[in-house]
């Protein structure tokens, strides 16, 4: 069970950390705004992403895909949402003593953003895929598949948001900041592109 778990863990890894929409709007948000006051965003971020994973386990997923022009709808919603968190990204402030009027994404947001997320719902649905932990119990191969891809979630999400956390401390000066949140804005459009179009 233990190398199966482990196995589990080096496809989750990769593909659920990897760069995509998530987790470079947690780093523009941890450069932006602090790991602190990026907690909620990631809170949402979290949630949204089990809820995928739970909707993935649970055969949701399928269903959904199921209903005529589900897809398109979701895609739409989903692209335009990421646009917009793109420009709040680009156009955030950028020295840190004008950020006190300055409003960090919501929890709500970060929900919402996995939920439309296709990057999720492909990396979460190709690990949960991948193998199995206990294949002769379906039941508790799916349960301890479900708390080992939580954990990877918590843990990639939140170094990403760390890592955005660390440049904060580097940009100081305007230009800097505000080069690294077009830098980021960018590659959360390039992101979503190659999320939408491969």
């Known amino acids: 069970m233990l190398q199966n778990i482990v196995l589990l863990l080096s496809v989750a890894l990769p593909l659920m950390g990897s760069p995509g929409p998530a987790s470079m709007s947690l780093a523009a948000t941890g450069s932006?705004?602090?790991?602190?006051?990026?907690?909620?965003?990631?809170?949402?971020?979290l949630l949204g992403n089990?809820?995928?994973?739970?909707?993935?386990?649970g055969g949701v997923t399928g269903l959904l895909l199921t209903i005529p022009n589900a897809v398109p709808?979701?895609?739409?919603?989903?692209?335009?949402y990421l646009l917009y968190l793109a420009f709040r990204i680009a156009t955030a402030p950028v020295v840190r003593?004008?950020?006190?009027?300055?409003?960090?994404p919501s929890t709500a947001g970060g929900?919402?953003?996995?939920?439309?997320?296709?990057?999720?719902?492909?990396?979460?649905?190709?690990?949960?895929?991948?193998?199995?932990?206990?294949?002769?119990?379906?039941l508790l191969d799916s349960v301890l598949k479900v708390a080992v891809l939580i954990g990877v979630n918590?843990?990639?999400?939140?170094?990403?948001?760390?890592?955005?956390?660390?440049?904060?401390?580097?940009?100081?000066?305007?230009?800097?900041?505000?080069?690294?949140?077009?830098?980021?804005a960018a590659l959360l459009l390039a992101s979503v592109a190659y999320s939408f179009l491969r």
């Open 32 to 45: 932006t705004f602090g790991f602190q006051r990026g907690g909620r965003y990631l809170i949402g971020i």
């Open 50 to 57: 089990s809820t995928v994973l739970l909707m993935i386990a």
């Open 73 to 80: 709808v979701l895609t739409v919603l989903g692209l335009g």
């Open 97 to 104: 003593r004008d950020l006190d009027g300055a409003k960090e």
């Open 111 to 138: 929900f919402m953003l996995s939920m439309v997320n296709p990057k999720a719902y492909a990396a979460i649905g190709a690990v949960y895929a991948s193998g199995s932990i206990v294949p002769e119990e379906p």
């Open 154 to 184: 918590i843990a990639v999400n939140t170094s990403w948001l760390g890592v955005g956390a660390l440049f904060s401390r580097v940009l100081r000066s305007p230009r800097t900041g505000r080069a690294m949140n077009l830098t980021f």
